[in-house]
C-alpha cells in the first residue's frame, strides 16, 4: 500500500468554480501535511502547510481530518494561472517526506 | 527563486553507464534531500544527508549513492545506469530544525537510452 495516495484526475474547471482535491495517508503517525504545487515539469512549490485545525491562504484552504487519515485542499473562484499539478505531502517517523502522485487541475476559460 | 541550484539541467546517458548531478543548497540550509520523480508520478526519496552523512534513505537500490561537502553542496551517484533511472532528479535543501520546508532546485532531466 501506498503511503499517499491521491486521485490523478485530470479536473477540468470552469474559471471561478470550486474545485477540491483529497488525499490519503496510510501511516498514522504521519506528523506533518502539505500541498505543493507543480507547474509542467518544474519544481514543486510549497503551496501550504496544513493544520489539524485547517487554514485558509487566500483562495485556499486546507484541512486536515487524523481520524479517517485524509487532507484536503479547496480552491475557491479558480484562476487561469492555478492549473497546475497539485501534490500532497506528508512526512512519516524517520523525517521521510513521502509525495503523492499528483493531481493535475486545468482551468479552463 | 529558492536559491537551490542543480547542474546538468539535461543529460543523456546509455544503459551501464555512470552519472553524476550535482547540487547547491540554499545559503543556510545544512540538509539535502534528493527525489526522483518519473512521468506522471509524484516525488520519491532517494536519501537526505545532514552534515555530511546520510541521514535517511528511501527504497532505492545501492548503486544510488551520494555525498555532502562541508559547503552542504552535494551529489548524487547513480551506477549501471537502466532504462527505468530516466526521470526528473530533485534536490531539495533545508535547515536542520525546518526539515519540512523544503526548497526544491529545478532538476535534472536525465535520459537513459
Known amino acids: 500500500r501506498k503511503e499517499v495516495e491521491q486521485d490523478p484526475g485530470p479536473f477540468n474547471v470552469p474559471e471561478g468554480a470550486t474545485v477540491a482535491f483529497n488525499c490519503t495517508y496510510s501511516n498514522s503517525a504521519s506528523q506533518s501535511f502539505f500541498w505543493y504545487r507543480q507547474d509542467c515539469r518544474k519544481e514543486p512549490k510549497l503551496l501550504m502547510s496544513?493544520?489539524?485545525s485547517g487554514n485558509e491562504d487566500g483562495r485556499f484552504t486546507a484541512q486536515l481530518n487524523r481520524a479517517s487519515q485524509y487532507i484536503s485542499l479547496l480552491i475557491r473562484d479558480s484562476k487561469l494561472s492555478d492549473s497546475a499539478t497539485y501534490l500532497c505531502a506528508v512526512i512519516t517517523t524517520g523525517n521521510q517526506f513521502y509525495f503523492g502522485t499528483g493531481t493535475s487541475l486545468t482551468v479552463i476559460p | 527563486e529558492t536559491g537551490v541550484t542543480q547542474s546538468p539541467t539535461h543529460l543523456i546517458k546509455t544503459r551501464g553507464q555512470q552519472v553524476t548531478l550535482r547540487c547547491s543548497s540554499q545559503s543556510g540550509h545544512n540538509t539535502v534531500s534528493w527525489y526522483q520523480q518519473a512521468l506522471g508520478q509524484g516525488p520519491q526519496f532517494i536519501f537526505q544527508?545532514?552534515?555530511?552523512?546520510?541521514?535517511g534513505r528511501g527504497n532505492f537500490p545501492p548503486r544510488f549513492s551520494g555525498l555532502q561537502f562541508p559547503n552542504y553542496s552535494s551529489e548524487l551517484n547513480v551506477n549501471a545506469l537502466e532504462l527505468d533511472d530516466s526521470a526528473l532528479y530533485l534536490c531539495a535543501s533545508s535547515r536542520e530544525s525546518q526539515n519540512e520546508k523544503l526548497f526544491f532546485g529545478s532538476g535534472t532531466q536525465l535520459s537513459v537510452l
Open positions: 544527508y545532514y552534515r555530511e552523512e546520510e541521514n
Open positions: 496544513v493544520y489539524s
